[in-house]
Structure formats: structure tokens, C-alpha cells
């Protein structure tokens, strides 16, 4: 039996993953709705377990406004949501809508209905005066 030596050289190749929005959309789904559980979960509790549903009047949530703590919830609350949805929905119109340049015009407009929306409802928030509610 001859001996045979084989050079055993492992070939190694680098494969680069490439970014690109809908990758970036889907860790995002996934990481808000992990977050949305916490949050909304811990809304509903907050306001409709351990308060009584007849208690949420604009004076209640005038008290809860005037700590920062609830308005920091409330904005990631919020930060979480509406663009979590609107990516839902993007995700669905691109499953009916195939024109490449018509969806390329509608990401762009959920894009702006996203960032008006939440910096609008942002600073609603932050700049809520809750001193005419107070008793």
C-alpha cells in the first residue's frame, strides 16, 4: 500500500452579509415588538388594572404628566408604536402593490407620516402644562 499524503488545506471564504433597509425592517419589527410587549402590557396595566377605568379623566392624566418619568414612557410608548404599525403596513401594501417606483414614493411618505407624527406627538407631550388641571 503506497502512502499517500494529501495536503489538506481548508478553504476558507468570507462572506459579507449586506445591509439594506429590509433587514433593518425586520430587526426592527422584532426588537419593537418585543419592547411594545413591555410597554403596552405595562400601560394596560398601569391605567386599566391597578386604576379604575372610571378614574382616567384629563386630571389623571394631568398627575401622571407632571413627572417625567410618565411622559418618558409615554413617548417611547409611542416611538414604539407608530412606527412599528406603519412598517406593518408598508409590509402589506408591498405584498399587493408591485411598481417598484409607486412603493419607492409611499415608503416615503409613511417615512414622513412617521417622523411628523412622533415629533408632533412628542412635543405635545413634553410641553403639556398640567397646572390648569390641577386642583
Known sequence: ??????????????V??????????FVFMRLSGIALLLFAV????????????????IMFVAEQWNSWGWKVFDILLLAFTIPHGINGLRNVL?????NKT????????????VVVTV??????IINFDSTPFMN
Open 94 to 98: 408591498e405584498d399587493y402593490i408591485h
Open 42 to 57: 405595562g400601560h394596560m396595566l398601569l391605567q386599566h388594572v391597578l386604576n379604575s377605568s372610571t378614574n382616567l379623566t
Open 102 to 113: 409607486i412603493m419607492k414614493w409611499i415608503n416615503i411618505l409613511l417615512l414622513i407620516f
Open 16 to 25: 459579507q452579509v449586506q445591509g439594506n433597509f429590509e433587514r433593518t425592517a
Open 1 to 14: 500500500m503506497a502512502a499517500i499524503s494529501e495536503k489538506t488545506s481548508i478553504t476558507r471564504r468570507k
Open 119 to 124: 415629533l408632533w406627538a412628542g412635543y405635545a
